[in-house]
């Protein structure tokens, strides 16, 4: 049986902590007192996965079986989420290769010839054909891309979006046409975290600019306490409103797919381990990746580290209707991750890995950093985030000035021109947003290259919204001084260092909790 996490305190006994930082980690010595927050040990995979698709589909949420929904003559349309699920990549093969396949099978059998199958990427960057058959597998990618009909979304294509309807908040729901048009859509998930899933598939992952900009603001994202709570996010309440316009619209079957802890794989099984159980092996081979590491290029270590596939056990799938299937997923989810923690610090400490949902194949840059850390991370609570209000916020990452030129083309400028001007979300979204959301050449890139959306690094700004606005300092340990200066934070080249500079703001004596992730952990904060 997987042990649950826990909450340990810093004494005299505790040896240094692992703490991420970008294409690296460190060993990290904490002052006495702090709080290190540790995610729950692995759930047991499913021991047969294929049942499991097959019991879902045959037994569902809600709704009729899969068989009965399907018929000849009908338009079936299956669309999965893209590249930003799962981190890393799940190695082959994919939960959605194996859910993709069951359905398709039963289309076959019920005579069904009309499918297409769409990679539900709103803003995302189009998907490879490497990774679409990394996702999908062979069989699926050859049996339907080289005729078109497996194809990323293209939320700038005005021939292939429909409008839907308005919300009673007078939110517009449009999405991609031959969704829209279908007699039946099954939508095939990957939930990492409780935010995903649910109501935030179909009306977020198909969806266009217009539809996407009545959640994805800054006055939104500021007033979600929690993207991990669905029924505390201002963005969730708004795609749930829009998810239920869609159903009186359109047939949708959600299967919804839940993953154990184990992130990383051989030889890097120390990182999903407590410090103090390593083992002799654990220890030289954790000792030989940091001076590797260290003398590394960037290149090769980047390689390196985007090149991980990790052994995810399945520890859930449900399928029927989306809200049913949804609290189920989230029983799996906060199962896997939720840890009880005992009120709030002065400080929250967190190291920031190398990915994120969008630098899949590239460097994470400064805005994707923050995103990371003060988005997912700071977010990655419920009830209450783990700093009081006003208090601390000390990241590690290196926050290197790069970015990738071919996947995240308008960062570069919103980084040199926009937050040139203003780091306030509510500002930039008032006086720079627009231009960049329909600029020709972001518009372009988005849909022949593969490059994010002209809006995104906007997104990734306001998704920082809630942080920014809650805690009184914010210190980068290790960072690159000129970037995180044009962010409007600091930097500091220790531990040390960045309590000193945050002593204005919360004393010399605070309190400090470490969330100790990866893997990933939900703080339950009472």
Request: glycine share 6%.
């Amino acid at each position: 049986m997987s042990r649950p996490g826990f909450v340990l305190e810093v004494d005299d006994r505790t040896p240094p902590l692992i703490v991420h930082e970008g294409e690296g980690f460190r060993l990290e010595k904490f002052p006495l007192g702090t709080r290190v927050v540790y995610s729950p040990e692995s759930l047991p995979g499913l021991r047969d996965v294929d049942g499991a698709i097959r019991h879902a589909l045959e037994q569902p949420e809600n709704s009729e079986p899969l068989r009965a929904l399907l018929r000849p003559g009908m338009k079936l349309t299956i669309a999965f989420d893209d590249v930003s699920l799962p981190l890393p990549p799940m190695k082959r093969p994919d939960i959605r290769q194996r859910v993709i396949e069951q359905v398709l099978t039963m289309a076959a059998e019920a005579g069904v010839d009309d499918v297409q199958i769409i990679a539900a990427l709103a803003l995302h960057r189009r998907m490879t054909p490497s990774e679409l058959q990394h996702a999908l597998g062979e069989r699926v990618y050859r049996s339907f891309a080289p005729d078109g009909l497996l194809y990323n979304h293209d939320a700038e294509d005005p021939d292939n979006l429909e409008f839907i309807g308005t919300t009673d908040q007078g939110e517009e729901v449009e999405i991609n046409k031959r969704a829209a048009q279908s007699d039946l859509l099954v939508y095939v998930n990957i939930n990492i975290v409780p935010m995903d899933g649910g109501h935030k598939s179909v009306p977020i992952g198909l969806a266009s600019y217009r539809s996407l900009r009545h959640h994805h603001n800054s006055r939104t994202m500021v007033h979600s306490r929690s993207f991990m709570d669905h029924k505390k996010s201002a963005m969730h309440h708004s795609a749930w409103r829009m998810g239920r316009l869609l159903k009186d619209h359109l047939k949708i079957f959600t299967i919804e797919t839940t993953l154990n802890n184990d992130v990383f794989p051989a030889p890097y099984e120390f990182l999903n381990k407590r410090e103090w159980e390593w083992n002799v092996r654990d220890q030289a081979t954790m000792l030989a990746a940091k001076r590797g590491l260290a003398v590394a290029p960037s290149k090769l270590k980047r390689k390196m580290f985007q090149g991980m596939q990790a052994p995810y056990g399945i520890t859930g799938v449900h399928a029927g209707e989306t809200e049913a299937v949804h609290e189920k997923t989230l029983e799996n989810v906060y199962r896997q991750q939720a840890v009880e923690v005992q009120g709030q610090s002065d400080v929250l400490i967190m190291g920031v890995p190398y990915l994120c949902p969008y630098n899949v194949d590239a460097v994470m840059n400064p805005i994707l950093a923050t995103c990371m850390g003060l988005g997912y991370f700071f977010n990655s609570y419920r009830n209450k985030p783990v700093v009081r209000p006003g208090g601390a916020v000390i990241l590690y990452h290196p926050v290197p000035y790069e970015f990738s030129q071919l996947h995240h083309p308008s960062y570069v400028d919103f980084f040199e021109e926009v937050l040139a001007e203003s780091t306030d979300p509510a500002t930039i979204e008032q006086r720079f947003e627009k231009q960049y959301a329909t600029d020709p050449w972001y518009i372009h890139l988005y849909r022949t290259s593969y490059a994010y959306h002209g809006v995104h690094p906007f997104y990734m700004w306001y998704w920082a919204a809630h942080a920014m606005d809650h805690v009184g300092d914010v210190v980068w340990v290790g960072a690159d001084r000129r970037a995180v200066e044009r962010m409007g934070f600091r930097a500091a080249s220790t531990l040390a260092d960045a309590l000193e500079m945050v002593s204005g703001t919360v004393g010399r004596s605070p309190s400090i909790t470490y969330t100790h992730n990866p893997p990933h952990l939900i703080s339950d904060v009472r």
